[in-house]
């Protein structure tokens, strides 16, 4: 449960970053958004993100310890190392959007001040720019081999070790008592990191623009 307490309050911030000025948008002819709006909309989404990105690798351990280490599940998951991992993955959540969020916003943009997209998202932001983008793309995507690749490899590898050690459970009830406990876990995984491989692993310009903003809403 400290886990999830985690995981709740960051999709409560996450959506609460950018739903209201999205509806605000949606529901009339004004569709502005302050420089300093969109500003702390683009350093909480990506903050909040690259977070949720190494939280859910955090909990994939845990799970990986209740399924395949149960009697030792409180030994390895003490709360030390919980609030350490937590700590790590808000840490480091937090300096991927410092260093990423000054970067987008002071790129040149030659009096261009139309956002084409729901939100302040950092992949909207760099098609804005009338200078060549290629490094700071280049350093988007090694960023995301850090804070998005990374913790999904560390997921699959710790469910590839969860899968065997269901399958050698005997009973039927055992084996869905397991998948139970990771059913939830999955879904949120996927449902994720689709959209966000999608946005944020290839070049902002070659990437369709109506579909990465139907994926991101």
């Known amino acids: 449960y400290f886990l999830l307490t985690h995981l709740s309050f960051l999709d409560l911030s996450f959506t609460t970053s950018s739903i209201p000025q999205l509806l605000y948008n949606l529901s009339g002819h004004d569709k502005n958004i302050s420089y300093t709006g969109c500003a702390i909309q683009l350093f909480l989404f990506l903050a909040l993100g690259g977070v949720e990105c190494l939280l859910l690798a955090v909990m994939a351990y845990d799970r990986f310890a209740a399924v395949c280490n149960p009697l030792h599940y409180t030994v390895i998951l003490n709360p030390r190392l919980c609030m350490g991992l937590v700590s790590v993955a808000w840490g480091c959540g937090v300096a991927n959007s410092l260093v990423m969020s000054p970067v987008t916003l002071y790129l040149p943009r030659c009096g261009r001040h139309s956002v084409d997209h729901f939100l302040c ?48 459970i005997r009973s039927a009830s055992g084996r869905q008592k397991a998948f139970n406990t990771c059913g939830s876990h999955l879904t949120v995984v996927s449902l994720f990191y689709e959209n966000i491989i999608y946005t944020y692993m290839q070049p902002g310009n070659s990437a369709s623009q109506n579909q990465g903003k139907y994926l991101t809403l």
């Open 121 to 168: 998202e950092m992949p909207a932001l760099i098609r804005m720019a009338c200078v060549n983008t290629a490094a700071i793309e280049g350093t988007v995507f090694v960023l995301a081999m850090g804070i998005v690749l990374s913790p999904l490899v560390f997921i699959l590898v710790s469910y590839g070790y969860i899968i065997r050690a269901v399958l050698q």
